[in-house]
């Protein structure tokens, strides 16, 4: 029993050791594309354009152009694995919507919804403005959600301003042009199975 007290420290401190540092994000060039974890390519969107670690499991991939202010962000973004659970697009679109920008306090208008394909699969892409009472400002969103193998996955546009101002129309083409030149490495986990469309 007199070593009792030195092996209950020993199991107290060994659960308080600090994890690793994350990685930082890296890219590799290949020819005139970007491959991310060899996993995805594309084409990376041009300067001021920067890779950010969002830290957050939500977004697998993302690209901010900052301007040093609050408003005028505008952020491009990947993610593996959207909010929610539904396998189906609208639904997962409208699930999505309940956590999407859930901690800045946003208060969403009515989304649209535009039916189209990606990759010649069905795809979903909603469209929607929100509003920020406190610092007054806005936000508009587009998310294109879409298949891959099984699972729903989802490229978001996410543009800040003042309210008052409108928002400018010219980081909607390097969204589109970073969707057009993405593509997949591998096949997921489940398409290697078979399963999923």
């Not at 930082?24 to 290949?30: A, M």
């Not at 920008?101 to 394909?117: D, G, I, K, N, Y």
């Not at 959600?145 to 390097?174: K, L, M, N």
Request: glycine share 8%.
């Amino acid at each position: 029993m007199r070593y009792g007290w030195l092996i209950l420290l020993a199991l107290l401190l060994g659960g308080c050791v600090v994890p690793a540092p994350k990685e930082p994000p890296t890219l590799t060039k290949v020819g005139e594309e970007s491959v991310w974890r060899e996993e995805y390519a594309f084409r990376h969107p041009p300067a001021p354009w920067a890779l950010y670690d969002m830290n957050e499991e939500d977004v697998s991939l993302a690209f901010v152009r900052w301007d040093g202010n609050f408003t005028g962000q505008v952020a491009i973004s990947y993610a593996e694995e959207p909010f929610g659970y539904s396998r189906e697009l609208k639904p997962r679109a409208t699930e999505f919507l309940k956590r999407y920008l859930w901690a800045a306090r946003v208060q969403f208008e009515t989304p649209t919804f535009v039916e189209t394909s990606w990759n010649g699969k069905p795809a979903l892409e909603m469209q929607v403005v929100g509003h920020e009472p406190v610092k007054k400002s806005k936000v508009r969103g587009r998310v294109l959600f879409v298949y891959r193998g099984e699972r729903i996955v989802a490229f978001i546009f996410t543009q800040w301003e003042e309210e008052g101002r409108p928002f400018s129309d010219i980081h909607g083409p390097v969204f589109d042009a970073f969707i057009q030149s993405f593509r997949y490495l591998k096949p997921s986990f489940y398409q290697r199975l078979g399963i999923g469309r």
